[in-house]
């Protein structure tokens, strides 16, 4: 449709005739993004990009429908513009306040290589641990005042620049502030900070710290923890360990090596399965019962595949679990660590800086941890564990390892049914921003692989509204090109054309079967069933096979 004409010609239209004939002319292409309109409508997060709708919209009168489209996918449909944050206070894209123009240019930057740095002088934006996108708002003006009628000692922050920031959630929030032994608690579900210490100073300081998880919890930042929550996981940690030793020892493999140790040395193997660290101890303590030289039983030990290989199996299976926050190194040496705390903290430091002096300080360096070092949490706050990417049940990987490879293709295809290869027609990449409407969040990454032509793939889980789906994607840049997702009787495996051959099937199916090795196939092609069995070998130890 050109300029000044109406939909189905005639004379020339009014502005309102332009207006209906534009909206004509784009409904179909706007009810493909229902669900994410319904999100920015219901999410006061997004009402900066309703803001930058109303202006696009504006933009795009008179002009083509496809210049149209492409300032719609411009403020809508880019999934990295994640949310964004401040210094002093770290805000980020769902504050009313954010320059979402110097946003784009700080995105643009980054995209050419530019220096985290330059961006920040250039733009005030800069990436957190989690790389979302943040600017600073600063903490000077914020003070603590005895609201009218509140019981004696208590007190509340005010903060005016976050207030104009975040007007939503500063209506819902509530301050327990008093003196008191210096301690401080952010509640999400109540949002609701408690700050007290022996003087304002130290009240204004903590509430300032907590009021960084709120804004946290708001823009959807990494998020901080507590020290019992980081003992809990170390307590399911140990847990899992303990479980997947208790398997591996029940397991057919396991008996295998005991029977093989019964028979060279006339007598029962008596112990559990153990790491390589133990082998000199248990020699010597078996050598001394059995009468025989301890460096027989040691290189017997150390030589026998079936053992090494369930030593194998209880490292991968138990890697996630061991990566847990604390488990070598202390609850509380683990939450210093956390990003979200290591934030929060920087906050506190950067609270009564001068412009520039903020200018001068990288953010976070205020704490002296390195960005490596920083373990960054999820958004619910629980601990991401992973083996080859995913944790594979115990149970499982025991029932597994008692498997040869023709027996797991015939338990997951028990009919033995044939499907034609490539049974869903030509596939081609597809953008990841449209793929994601409607899931509520990015995907979460769990693995990053190098291809036998040197180019890189991140394997991601996709969640909705942060519940799994068993669906997982290969994506290259922006694209999406390979899928695994779980269907009503099986599991559906495509790779886009172009990307045939590079091994990404068995990449995928690799991390899926590993989430749930005994999922029904609902039938399997002849590459499907390669892909099958390369998955299985991914997942079992080679001595096994």
């Given at each position: 449709m050109g300029p000044g004409t109406g939909r189905s010609g005639g004379p020339r239209a009014t502005p309102a005739d332009t207006l209906r004939a534009l909206a004509g002319d784009i409904s179909d292409y706007l009810a493909s993004r229902g669900e994410l309109l319904q999100g920015i409508a219901a999410d006061p997060a997004y009402a900066p990009r309703a803001a930058s709708g109303r202006e696009a919209l504006a933009q795009i009168i008179n002009r083509t429908p496809e210049e149209g489209r492409a300032r719609f996918d411009e403020v809508f449909a880019n999934p990295?513009?994640?949310?964004?944050?401040?210094?002093?206070?770290?805000?980020?894209?769902?504050a009313k306040t954010?320059?979402?123009?110097?946003?784009?240019?700080?995105?643009?930057?980054?995209?050419?290589?530019?220096?985290?740095e330059a961006i920040r002088a250039a733009t005030g934006w800069f990436q957190g641990p989690d790389q979302k996108w943040r600017f600073e708002i600063p903490d000077n003006e914020a003070f603590l005042e005895t609201p009218r009628g509140a019981p004696p000692g208590y007190e509340a922050l005010q903060h005016p620049d976050v207030q104009d920031a975040y007007p939503d959630l500063w209506a819902q929030l509530q301050q327990s502030?008093?003196?008191?032994?210096?301690?401080?608690?952010?509640?999400?579900?109540?949002?609701?900070?408690?700050?007290?210490g022996p003087t304002q100073d130290v009240r204004r300081s903590t509430a300032l710290h907590e009021i960084q998880h709120a804004v946290q919890q708001r823009e959807g930042f990494a998020p901080g923890a507590s020290v019992g929550g980081i003992e809990a996981g170390m307590d399911n940690a140990r847990r899992r360990v303990e479980e997947t030793t208790q398997a591996l020892n029940r397991?057919?493999?396991?008996?295998?090596?005991?029977?093989?140790?019964?028979?060279?040395f006339g007598q029962p193997y008596p112990y559990p399965l153990t790491d390589a660290g133990m082998d000199e101890a248990v020699a010597k303590m078996l050598g001394n019962r059995f009468g025989v030289p301890s460096e027989e039983v040691s290189a017997f030990l150390a030589s026998h595949p079936m053992l090494q290989?369930?030593?194998?199996?209880?490292?991968?299976?138990?890697?996630?679990?061991?990566?847990?926050?604390?488990?070598?190194?202390?609850?509380?040496?683990?939450?210093?660590?956390?990003?979200?705390?290591?934030?929060?903290r920087d906050v506190q430091s950067r609270a009564d800086f001068t412009p520039e002096q903020r200018a001068a300080t990288t953010p976070y360096s205020s704490q002296g941890i390195a960005p490596d070092d920083m373990i960054v949490l999820p958004r619910s706050g629980g601990v991401q564990a992973s083996v080859r990417g995913v944790t594979i049940p115990p149970d499982d990987l025991a029932r597994l390892r008692g498997m040869t490879e023709d027996e797991y293709v015939a338990a997951?295809?028990?009919?033995?049914?044939r499907i034609p290869d490539r049974p869903f027609g030509p596939q081609r990449p597809e953008p990841i921003r449209e793929l994601m409407v409607g899931l509520g969040e990015p995907p979460r990454l769990v693995?990053?692989?190098?291809?036998?032509?040197?180019?890189?793939?991140?394997?991601?889980?996709?969640?909705r509204y942060g519940k799994p789906t068993g669906e997982y994607w290969a994506v290259q840049g922006k694209n999406v090109i390979g899928q695994a997702a779980p269907t009503g009787d099986g599991t559906a495996l495509m790779v886009a054309d172009e990307f045939q051959g590079k091994g990404i099937g068995t990449l995928l199916s690799s991390v899926a079967r590993a989430a749930d090795p005994f999922a029904p196939s609902g039938g399997l092609s002849a590459g499907g069933e390669a892909t099958a069995r390369k998955a299985f070998q991914n997942i079992v130890a080679p001595e096994d096979r």
């Open positions: 990295f513009m994640g949310a964004m944050p401040v210094a002093g206070i770290f805000a980020g894209m769902g954010a320059d979402l123009a110097k946003l784009r240019v700080a995105e643009d930057m980054a995209g050419k290589g530019a220096e985290p502030i008093r003196p008191g032994p210096q301690r401080g608690k952010f509640y999400p579900d109540t949002k609701t900070i408690v700050a007290e397991s057919p493999a396991m008996q295998r090596f005991r029977d093989d140790f019964a028979s060279k290989s369930l030593r194998q199996d209880l490292t991968d299976a138990t890697a996630g679990a061991r990566q847990v926050p604390g488990y070598g190194t202390g609850a509380y040496n683990a939450y210093r660590n956390v990003s979200g705390e290591v934030e929060a997951i295809n028990p009919d033995g049914k693995r990053t692989d190098t291809l036998a032509d040197g180019s890189k793939v991140k394997i991601v889980a996709v969640t």
